[in-house]
């Protein structure tokens, strides 16, 4: 006979194990989700959906531990779907067949199906593209859920026949809420100071599936007095920062970097450079980075920036990690109190414009060098005047293509190094018109 105890049964003298804090505060309706009510109160677009008795294909864009599987299986349960999840990771197309094969067979008994498939943006084209006749023939509602951004990662096809609603971080908040569930499912308070509790909450870093995994650590330990914030550093291991180096996060944090220099403000700009530096950016890609806002934002308004960011890139170069950090972090400070201006930015991109549109134009005869003798027969370099030999040193003669209206590209700020610039610049239009004259 069978031993059933070898089976992984649990023996009859033995207490059965106590299921995970994360299984036990599982919300049961969708009422309990925290954190998503712009999606499911009101006129949030699944609760529309849901009103309206009519659920259609969906992609859950968000980051980790806000509730996707959760509320994809309570749709199912809602409107009395079969729920079936696979994850995108470990299923291969032989796998895919006999899901969609036995989506077909319940739907002709008279059942559909809900089918969430996690890390949705792991299939490949050909793959994402297997699921579109199953959904427009009716066979499966597809819920997939990515971490990633759709625009990106999912096909054009898939994305013209579903719905994409993005979840939202966890806030503080809604942690504490969390928090509060856990302590009335547990019955007792957590052993933690103030200071401790709010500390135990940023280390989830808006992860709910973290932070119910840190408090059944912290609910397990045995203390004789409140945990404050060393002890429970001391004791858990903070969560990684979230940050993917060549994905969306990547974009998103290298322009809110360059938004806040652009912006004047020191302190967000290196907010943001430390958490690109903790996440694991390659200090060489930020040095070449914070030269191009210079270039860019602060241009002639302020001449040094450019060459303090490069010196900035030379220095990290030949100190490497942590020490040339802070020069960058010095470059990043002088960027965002910098002057900003983008006349030259501007100016370079309209004469870029004004040569595309007049690329066939020679320039005109008197600024030609005429190293031949047919060259000065046939009028290269006549009439040229020698800037240096006119009154103020300015000839005011055209340099434009003849028959070419004069264009005006640089039209600099009266902020920074670009006042005098733009001092200059009047002085030799006036000039120019008197020598016209």
Known sequence: MTDLFD?????????APSRPLADRLRPQTLAQVIGQGHLLKGDGPLASMLAAKSLSSIIFWGPPGVGKTTIARLLAAETDLAFVQISAIFTGVPELRKVFEAARLRRQ????????????????KAQQDGFLPHMEDGTI?????????????????????????????LTLADLELMAQRAEKEVGRALPTTGPGRESLLEMADGDGRALLNLLEQVFSWTVKKPIGPDDLSARLSRRAPKYDKSGEEHYNLISA???????????????????????????????????????EDIGLADPAAQAL?????????????????LALAQAVVY?????????????????????????????????????????KDIG????????????????????????????????????????????????????RAKRSG
């Not at 649990?10 to 207490?15: E, G, I």
């Not at 970097?257 to 430390?274: C, E, I, M, N, T």
């Not at 002057?339 to 040569?355: I, L, R, V």
């Not at 320039?363 to 031949?372: G, S, W």
Request: proline letters at 7%; a positive charge.
């Open 309 to 325: 960011c490069l010196h900035a890139w030379e220095v990290y170069e030949r100190l490497g990690s942590p020490e040339g950090e």
């Open 141 to 169: 509602v597809l819920v997939g859920a990515t971490t990633e951004n759709p625009s990106f990662e999912l096909n054009a096809a898939l994305l013209s026949r579903a719905n994409v609603m993005v979840l939202n971080r």
């Open 380 to 431: 290269y370099g006549s009439g040229y005047a020698y800037d240096h030999d006119a009154e103020d040193g300015f000839s005011g003669q055209n340099y434009f293509p003849d028959g070419m209206k004069r264009g005006v590209f640089y039209t600099p700020p009266e902020r920074g190094h670009e006042r005098e610039l733009k001092k200059r610049l009047d002085y030799f239009v006036k000039l």
């Open 7 to 15: 089976q992984g049964a649990a023996r009859p003298d033995q207490p």
């Open 257 to 295: 970097l360059h938004k806040s220099v652009r912006g004047s403000d020191p302190d967000a700009a290196l907010y943001w450079l430390a958490r690109m530096l903790a996440g694991g950016e390659d200090p060489r890609f930020l040095a070449r980075r914070l030269t191009r806002m210079a270039i």
């Open 109 to 124: 008994n008279g059942r559909g199906t809900l089918l969430f498939v996690d890390e949705i943006h792991r299939f490949n």
């Open 335 to 375: 960027l965002a109190l910098a002057p900003k201006s983008n006349a030259a930015y501007k100016a370079f991109g309209a004469a870029m414009k004004a040569a595309r549109a007049t690329g066939s134009e020679p320039p005109p005869k008197h600024i030609l060098n005429a190293p031949t003798r047919l060259m």
